[in-house]
């Protein structure tokens, strides 16, 4: 068990408030998605979508992919979702992962200052470790149906892993094993997990006229444009812990953003707390965004 110190967790800010990234329901998944559809190369998106349409038909991916290339793409990136929720149970049985989805790094409020609490251990197989064994097989030399499946996950654990109560427990006298990434921790109207994951739809309204694919479309450009100023590159070095310094930093973020002293037990979040929510998620999902492209074109744009 260790505290962690203001010079610690300055270095994280420091790297959080260099580009960053940091899931989301389906809107969140999409938007990313749709920002890094804008920013790939012709030729790896066409290798993309034939990977993709290369999944087996058992998994349910191939149902996804019956549009448009770029509806394809976006819906992929909710599969993972999907498939956990399917009342097909031996799709479910052969392709969920409930603990791919989050890493819990847990910690504790005391008197002086975050405490972690390394007793209490993530699942041996979670986002980081998944992202990370993943993203060097995907654009290997395993069967393409294998490998579209593999696709679909990062598409999801990408935005997964931007989202800060993914990569959080933390632990109370009522939640000794932590709060499941906020999870327990009932709002006035759902609980804490559901309202960050929930954050674009509830801080920007989609009009009575926009169809499903307009929204998107709107509130990426949105993102983009509003973000552009602040930059946007993830501020980590591409090492093999890649995404556990990434997972990390969203703990430490998640501690000073998510669980603040205004954040109350069965009632709403305040406007500000809103607010700041909002434009959190907005940098992480542009970075995110930008973060899978960069991926995505260097492992099919060559």
Same mark, same amino acid.
């Given at each position: 068990? @260790?505290?962690?110190? @203001?010079?610690? +967790?300055?270095? &994280?800010?420091? %790297?959080? &408030?260099?580009?960053?990234?940091?899931?989301? #329901?389906?809107? $969140?998944?999409? =938007? *990313?998605?749709?920002?890094?559809?804008?920013?790939?190369?012709?030729?790896?998106?066409?290798? =993309? *979508?034939?990977?993709? @349409?290369?999944?087996?038909?058992?998994? $349910? +991916? %191939?149902?996804?992919?019956? /549009?448009?290339?770029?509806?394809? &793409?976006? #819906?992929?990136? *909710?599969?993972?979702? !999907? =498939?956990? /929720?399917?009342?097909? !149970?031996?799709?479910?049985?052969?392709?969920?992962?409930?603990?791919?989805?989050?890493?819990?790094?847990? &910690?504790?409020?005391?008197? #002086?200052?975050?405490?972690?609490?390394?007793? %209490? @251990?993530?699942?041996?197989?979670n986002v980081v470790t998944q992202l990370t064994a993943l993203t060097k097989t995907v654009a290997g030399n395993e069967p393409a149906?294998?490998?579209?499946?593999?696709?679909?996950?990062?598409l999801h654990m990408r935005g997964d892993i931007a989202q800060p109560l993914h990569c959080v427990g933390r632990v109370t006298e009522t939640e000794p094993t932590g709060d499941a990434g906020g999870n327990q921790v009932r709002l006035a109207r759902g609980n804490l997990h559901g309202y960050w994951d929930g954050i674009l739809n509830a801080g920007i309204l989609k009009k009575p006229d926009e169809t499903d694919d307009q929204f998107i479309e709107r509130v990426a450009t949105e993102i983009e444009r509003s973000q552009k100023a602040t930059g946007t590159r993830i501020g980590f070095p591409k090492t093999d812990n890649y995404y556990e310094l990434i997972a990390r930093a969203g703990f430490i973020r998640s501690t000073q953003i998510v669980y603040t002293p205004s954040l109350k037990r069965n009632e709403e979040p305040s406007a500000v707390y809103k607010q700041a929510a909002l434009e959190y998620s907005e940098q992480a999902i542009l970075a995110a965004g930008l973060d899978l492209a960069d991926f995505l074109n260097g492992a099919f744009g060559k």
């Open positions: 068990m @260790k505290i962690v110190t @203001k010079s610690v +967790i300055a270095v &994280f800010v420091v %790297l959080l &408030f260099a580009p960053q990234t940091w899931s989301w #329901n389906a809107t $969140g998944h999409k =938007v *990313i998605v749709r920002i890094a559809w804008e920013h790939m190369r012709a030729t790896t998106r066409q290798r =993309v *979508i034939a990977l993709l @349409k290369a999944a087996p038909e058992d998994s $349910g +991916i %191939l149902e996804l992919c019956k /549009g448009s290339d770029l509806e394809c &793409f976006e #819906n992929v990136s *909710i599969w993972a979702d !999907q =498939v956990r /929720g399917t009342t097909d !149970q031996a799709r479910k049985a052969k392709y969920s992962h409930a603990t791919w989805h989050y890493i819990n790094y847990h &910690f504790e409020e005391t008197p #002086n200052g975050i405490k972690e609490r390394p007793d %209490l @251990k993530p699942d041996a197989e149906s294998l490998r579209a499946v593999q696709l679909a996950w990062i």
